[in-house]
């Protein structure tokens, strides 16, 4: 167990050497949307299936119609109409051709297709006023994919891209990585149920939902356990409780206060604490242990903190038992638009609304930091990383910024007057 202070680095790698990733489970091929593939899949078959048309125009023998110009045209005969979802059983002779659909299979003794736009018909014969080069105008057999290749390995995440691919190869069913479930306890004697009676000495319980939130965006199960007091007895009953699921989430009760009981409940439990303090702002209190393969993450009772280090540190863990592997949310160099002084010797994450001008990208901090202010979280896109050696950022300097969610593409809806 690590006693003391920790950065968060090595919080992240003591984290990810615990995680064990789960197993596979077969789903239908829409729910496996966001999943991370758990098998490799080859094309039982090439795309397209055959040679056919990419245009609506007329098959032909390139050899008839090379000599066309508007003035000296090359007159066919329609032998057929061909419609696409269907087979020509003609065979092309010379000067004939057959009017073909897009998406239609080319008939057998056409090399060519001409568009329509390149034509003028009468009857059942044509004009080709412009020839095409040779093999113009027709979609080749597997040049999409071909017989064997590659659609999905094992461990990509799975976008709509895929669904379509996998979808044309007539796979329903697929195997992905599974789900964890996501146990969340609130702590507190200060904090009552949302829907209990108004009480003039206790606040709502807004973590749980908030990190549920958390957990269901990252794809995870949340299960929501309710809320222990800060006393041992009833700390460890619902703790216990949580034991079925994969993954543990408290909130509160893990600083150094008289109430303080969380990881003394934890290891009652009989888990083995890795360590429980990490040099960051907001989010410094934080105790992090395993019961058998299960992770427990204590986050910080603050609503904002406990957000931010679920962000950190429990994100990555359940994006990794997932058999995700990009386990991290981007970050992008943005301009500070004010200074900000360090005061401690930690990794700050300072609440912005990233916003792009002229080309340029442009981080603008959203309020006040406190770690209760979920005002400044609702109106942040992401989090300004200040590393533990800056100890000043000056307005108009370069910095890294950790972009939270889709909200970086909305940000005219940003709530704004609060
Ligand atoms: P703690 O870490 O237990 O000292 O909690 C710090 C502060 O976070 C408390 O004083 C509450 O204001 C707030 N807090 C703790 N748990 C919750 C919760 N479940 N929902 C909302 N606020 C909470
Ligand atoms: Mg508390």
């Given at each position: 167990m690590r006693t003391e202070m920790i950065n968060i680095d090595e919080a992240r790698g003591i984290i990810?050497?615990?995680?064990?990733?789960?197993?596979?489970?077969?789903?239908?091929?829409l729910s496996s949307l966001g999943r991370a593939a758990g098998e490799d899949i080859a094309a039982s078959f090439s795309l397209p299936p055959w040679d056919n048309s990419a245009m609506d125009g007329y098959a032909v023998r390139f050899e008839n119609i090379q000599p066309a110009t508007p003035d000296q045209p090359v007159e066919l005969k329609v032998i057929e109409d061909l419609p696409a979802g269907y087979i020509s059983k003609n065979?092309?002779?010379?000067?004939?051709?057959?009017?073909?659909?897009?998406?239609?299979?080319?008939?057998?003794?056409?090399?060519?297709?001409?568009?329509?736009?390149?034509?003028?018909?009468?009857?059942?014969?044509?004009?080709?006023?412009?020839?095409?080069?040779?093999?113009?105008?027709?979609?080749?057999?597997?040049?999409?994919?071909?017989?064997?290749?590659?659609?999905?390995?094992?461990?990509?995440?799975?976008?709509?891209?895929?669904?379509?691919?996998?979808?044309?190869?007539?796979?329903?069913?697929?195997?992905?990585?599974?789900?964890?479930?996501?146990?969340?306890?609130?702590?507190?004697?200060?904090?009552?149920?949302?829907?209990?009676?108004?009480?003039?000495?206790?606040?709502i319980n807004s973590n749980t939902y908030s990190i549920s939130a958390l957990v269901k965006e990252a794809g995870a199960i949340p299960i929501i356990l309710g809320i222990a007091r800060d006393d041992k007895k009833d700390l460890i009953a619902k703790i216990q409780k949580g034991l079925s699921a994969d993954v543990i989430i408290t909130t509160g009760g893990v600083s150094v206060g008289e109430y303080d009981y969380?990881?003394?409940?934890?290891?009652?439990?009989?888990?083995?604490?890795?360590?429980?303090?990490?040099?960051?702002?907001?989010?410094?209190?934080?105790?992090?242990?395993?019961?058998?393969?299960?992770?427990?993450?204590?986050?910080?009772?603050?609503?904002?903190?406990?957000?931010?280090?679920?962000?950190?540190?429990?994100?990555?863990?359940?994006?990794?038992?997932?058999?995700?592997?990009?386990?991290?949310?981007?970050?992008?160099?943005?301009?500070?638009?004010?200074?900000?002084?360090?005061?401690?010797?930690?990794?700050?994450?300072?609440?912005?609304?990233v916003f792009c001008q002229d080309g340029e990208l442009f981080a603008t901090t959203t309020g006040d930091q406190g770690s209760g202010i979920l005002r400044s979280m609702v109106q942040a896109n992401g989090l300004m990383i200040v590393p533990p050696d800056k100890k000043k950022v000056k307005a108009g300097e370069k910095m890294m910024v950790q972009i939270l969610d889709r909200s970086f593409e909305l940000e005219d809806q940003q709530i704004q007057d609060m």
């Open positions: 990810l050497n615990h995680t064990e990733i789960m197993d596979i489970e077969k789903v239908d091929l065979r092309l002779s010379p000067f004939e051709t057959i009017r073909i659909m897009t998406g239609a299979p080319i008939p057998e003794g056409a090399d060519t297709v001409v568009m329509k736009e390149d034509t003028s018909s009468s009857g059942d014969t044509v004009k080709i006023l412009v020839p095409p080069h040779r093999g113009e105008n027709i979609r080749l057999a597997g040049e999409n994919i071909k017989k064997g290749g590659q659609v999905l390995r094992k461990r990509i995440l799975i976008r709509p891209p895929h669904i379509g691919m996998l979808a044309s190869l007539g796979i329903c069913y697929l195997f992905v990585y599974q789900r964890p479930r996501v146990a969340i306890l609130s702590t507190g004697d200060e904090i009552r149920e949302i829907d209990s009676a108004r009480n003039p000495s206790k606040i969380v990881k003394d409940a934890l290891e009652a439990t009989g888990a083995k604490i890795e360590f429980w303090k990490v040099a960051m702002r907001p989010g410094k209190p934080i105790t992090f242990g395993t019961i058998k393969d299960k992770l427990i993450f204590g986050l910080p009772g603050n609503p904002v903190s406990c957000m931010i280090s679920f962000e950190q540190f429990v994100r990555p863990a359940l994006l990794k038992k997932m058999g995700h592997k990009h386990l991290y949310r981007p970050c992008l160099w943005a301009t500070a638009k004010e200074d900000f002084q360090a005061k401690k010797n930690l990794t700050y994450f300072l609440r912005v609304r």
